[in-house]
């Protein structure tokens, strides 16, 4: 099983390095959350890490059905990114 995840696509590290920087800005808006813009700033980054790791998890599974759990898991995140981005504006 590890075998199978070994042959990811460098893009997948790619993803999940942009999901860790998501998740260390998240907590930067979430120190300042008192500041205008402070708490949807760490929703809109929450948004970000979560469609970028579950990006990461799609592109380095290596069965279709992987793939497709995944890609259907993105939508956690990608369904608020419009109205957090909306809010942080």
């Not at 890609?71 to 109205?83: N, R, V």
């Given at each position: 099983?590890?075998?199978?995840?070994?042959a990811a696509s460098p893009y997948a590290v790619v993803h999940?390095?942009?999901?860790?920087?998501?998740?260390?800005?998240?907590?930067?808006?979430?120190?300042?959350?008192?500041?205008?813009?402070g708490a949807q700033f760490a929703g809109l980054m929450a948004?970000?890490?979560?469609?970028?790791?579950?990006?990461?998890?799609?592109?380095?599974?290596?069965?279709?059905?992987?793939?497709?759990?995944?890609?259907?898991?993105?939508?956690?995140?990608?369904?608020?990114?419009?109205?957090?981005?909306?809010?942080?504006?």
């Amino acid at each position: 099983m590890l075998y199978e995840w070994s042959a990811a696509s460098p893009y997948a590290v790619v993803h999940g390095v942009a999901a860790v920087v998501c998740v260390a800005l998240m907590l930067l808006g979430l120190r300042r959350r008192g500041m205008p813009g402070g708490a949807q700033f760490a929703g809109l980054m929450a948004a970000g890490a979560v469609w970028a790791a579950f990006y990461a998890l799609e592109l380095a599974a290596p069965t279709l059905g992987g793939k497709l759990l995944w890609a259907k898991l993105q939508y956690l995140g990608i369904l608020p990114m419009p109205i957090m981005w909306y809010l942080f504006a």
